[in-house]
């Protein structure tokens, strides 16, 4: 009997430990830190469970922005139509929302949690949890603390599942980067993804608008234009536009060292006739009723306005409406890490072969959140770990069969 340990019971582990499971001569080993598995899987269907997307595949695929590419023939093998069969197999309808995401039936994970992990047992899977992978003994058996003290657990091949380094109460401390960085791996430093930012509100702007959102809105931010909705929060911003544009602001501080994001808040009114409809004469109305009556501005939007334009533009017609279409919003720093829905950053693909195993530990395969790519929030964060799980398993598989 040969030994698979997967450590990491998110859903690239178990999806790996799926695909790994009941085939001949194989026992399968799942070990995770924390007292259950998938706690993050859980976390994210606590706000509704938006597991893929049903746009095409190719627009599907681009949504890895640069690591489309290496990413496009894990999706061709496991991609957001075999998502769908593989949750519908375990006895959960699906249904797509208006805007393309596909949910689970009652947007919940812990159903399909569940479902999932009584199959994986029922096909001899075997979980150890409170389990802390700490890295390699001498002899290459893998190094648990457990609660019951120090283990060592010798393995034919390891799938390494961990996460990435946000939400850590949930398991996902990213404690594994200096572990494989020591063994010479590539690991690209992890970054927060689809995060909200830091902005220097006025006590008076936070007080009166914080939890406020902001909508329609269309925001951009080097290149990218996108209409939506975010939040005011005490400190700064954050949701779903926010999110979606989080890693070119990212970049751009880190880069740069400041970011904007330019808001469009009034789309669908041409600059022309906001301009024509604010340089009628105001008479005895407050500049407030003006913009609600002449733009349509009000609430959070006349607050924008009114903490980021200095008092000589609020009274310029012209110079009103071309901020009200392009209104500079200072970010001025990423939330920390832990707080992020994602992380970007995490093992090289270079470090890896088209099966995801480690060139320089051979039999060592990784999976999940752990490698460095990103995406938005729209169910691509899923699909990707599951599908990286699905190669990483039948890497394990094409592995130990040229072995044997
Ligand atoms: C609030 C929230 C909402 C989300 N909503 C969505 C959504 O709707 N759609 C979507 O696509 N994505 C969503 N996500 C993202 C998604 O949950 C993650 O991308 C996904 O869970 C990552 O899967 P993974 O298997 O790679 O890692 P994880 O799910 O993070 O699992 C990693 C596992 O490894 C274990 N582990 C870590 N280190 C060790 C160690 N040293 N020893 C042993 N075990 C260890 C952890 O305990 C954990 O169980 C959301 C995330 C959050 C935080």
Not at 71 to 78: K, S, Y
Not at 274 to 288: F, I, K, V
Not at 351 to 357: V, Y
């Amino acid at each position: 009997m040969r030994r698979v340990a997967i450590v990491g019971g998110g859903p690239a582990g178990l999806m790996a430990a799926e695909r790994l499971a009941a085939v001949d001569g194989l026992e399968v080993a799942v070990f995770d830190a924390m007292p259950t598995p998938g706690r993050k899987f859980l976390m994210a269907g606590k706000g509704g469970m938006n597991i893929t997307h049903a746009e095409p595949l190719p627009a599907f695929v681009a949504r890895y922005g640069a690591r489309a590419t290496t990413l496009a023939p894990l999706l061709d093998a496991f991609g957001p139509q075999a998502v769908r069969d593989w949750i519908h197999g375990l006895g959960i309808a699906t249904f797509v929302g208006s805007s393309g995401r596909v949910f689970p039936a009652e947007m919940k994970a812990a159903p399909l949690l569940r479902a999932w992990l009584h199959r994986l047992r029922g096909q001899g899977v075997h979980f150890h949890v409170r389990h802390r992978w700490q890295g390699w003994a001498a002899d290459g058996a893998l190094r648990f603390a457990t609660p019951q003290g120090k283990r060592q657990v010798a393995a034919d091949a390891v799938i390494l599942a961990l996460g990435g380094g946000s939400w850590a109460r949930l398991g996902s401390d990213g404690a594994w980067v200096p572990l494989l960085a020591e063994r010479g791996i590539l690991v690209e430093p992890l970054k927060p993804a689809n995060c909200g930012f830091d902005v220097a509100w006025s006590a008076h702007f936070s007080e009166r608008f914080a939890g406020e959102p902001v909508k329609p809105v269309i925001a951009s931010i080097a290149g990218w234009c996108l209409q939506g909705e975010f939040i005011i929060t005490a400190g700064g911003i954050e949701g779903g536009l926010v999110y979606a544009l989080a890693a070119p602001l990212r970049d751009a501080l880190a880069t740069d060292g400041h970011a904007e994001l330019h808001l469009d808040l009034a789309p669908g009114r041409t600059l022309a006739s906001l301009a024509a409809d604010l340089a009628r004469p105001r008479g005895h109305d407050s500049l407030a009723s003006h913009l609600r009556r002449r733009a349509g501005i009000a609430g959070v939007k006349a607050g924008l306005l009114r903490e980021l334009l200095p008092p000589e533009t609020l009274t310029a017609s012209d110079r009103l409406a071309a901020a009200i279409k392009d209104l500079p919003l200072p970010v001025s720093a990423p939330r920390p890490i832990d707080e992020a829905i994602s992380t970007a950053g995490g093992v090289a693909f270079a470090a890896l072969d088209e099966h995801l195993m480690l060139r320089d530990l051979p039999g060592v395969f990784c999976a999940g959140e752990m490698l460095d790519w990103e995406a938005p929030t729209g169910g691509y964060l899923l699909t990707a770990c599951l599908a990286t799980g699905h190669s990483a398993g039948q890497g394990v598989r094409n592995w130990l069969d040229r072995r044997s």
